[in-house]
């Protein structure tokens, strides 16, 4: 399977515990994008990345929020101190340059539960 | 930044029905435009996108979508549904000069056999 993959699928962690999510784009892609999506919404942007460069965060990504993509490959996103309300799925995506036709493709997204 | 709204939050049809879904966007400047569905348990797949030139935009499973950019409109259109066609759908828009997709509410279609 060539699309975009991600790791874990699915993570229970108590309150207060840190998790960290994978995310293997499309490998010829160098644009890679987090949302996070709850029940009954939308995607909600988090982060884009331009090969290894963080170009643009939400508001919603606060401080307990960290996304990084060391090499311009694979990123990961790891939320510190996790509190009930980071319970959602968090998706990664991926594409190439947008303003030439291109899509995004989007992975089947990480469940995070926290209890 | 740009926003989607979608107006439907739940639509129920019946098998063979046609289907017209809502989507508004704002935003002043050049937009493309895409529909994504996640049928239960799978994840956001295209249906169709618009970039420039025929604004009625075909896609797959004989979805189409027309850009009407008076309106700032991107309505999704099937003429006939199907019960495989139980999904949530979503439009969503870019900027032309912004690399971030903004995405509506969603529209959850159930289609009864």
């Known amino acids: 399977d060539t699309g975009v993959s991600q790791d874990p699928r699915h993570k229970i962690t108590k309150r207060g515990q840190n998790v960290t999510f994978r995310c293997d784009p499309i490998?010829?892609?160098?644009?890679l994008y987090w949302y996070r999506q709850t029940l009954g919404q939308g995607p909600e942007f988090l982060t884009y990345f331009q090969n290894e460069a963080q170009l643009e965060k939400s508001r919603l990504l606060s401080d307990r929020f960290s996304a990084e993509r060391p090499k311009g490959s694979f990123s990961t996103l790891e939320i510190q101190r996790t509190e009930q309300g980071d319970s959602a799925m968090y998706l990664c995506?991926?594409?190439?340059?947008?303003?030439?036709?291109?899509?995004?493709?989007f992975g089947e997204g990480s469940w995070l539960t926290v209890v | 930044a740009q926003s989607v709204s979608q107006h439907n939050h739940h639509v129920i049809l019946s098998e063979a029905a046609s289907l017209e879904l809502g989507c508004n966007y704002s935003?002043?400047?050049?937009?493309?435009l895409f529909w994504y569905v996640q049928y239960p348990g799978q994840h956001l797949q295209l249906l169709l996108k618009?970039?420039?030139?025929?604004?009625l935009v075909k896609g797959i499973k004989g979805f189409e979508a027309e850009f009407i950019k008076s309106k700032f409109s991107f309505n999704l259109r099937k003429p006939s549904v199907q019960w495989s066609d139980t999904a949530e759908y979503f439009c969503a828009v870019t900027a032309y000069n912004n690399n971030d997709m903004r995405f509506g509410a969603g529209t959850r279609l159930t289609v009864k056999p």
């Open positions: 935003y002043g400047g050049t937009v493309n």
């Open positions: 490998s010829e892609h160098n644009r």
């Open positions: 618009y970039f420039s030139g025929d604004p």
């Open positions: 995506a991926s594409s190439l340059a947008l303003n030439s036709g291109n899509t995004i493709y």
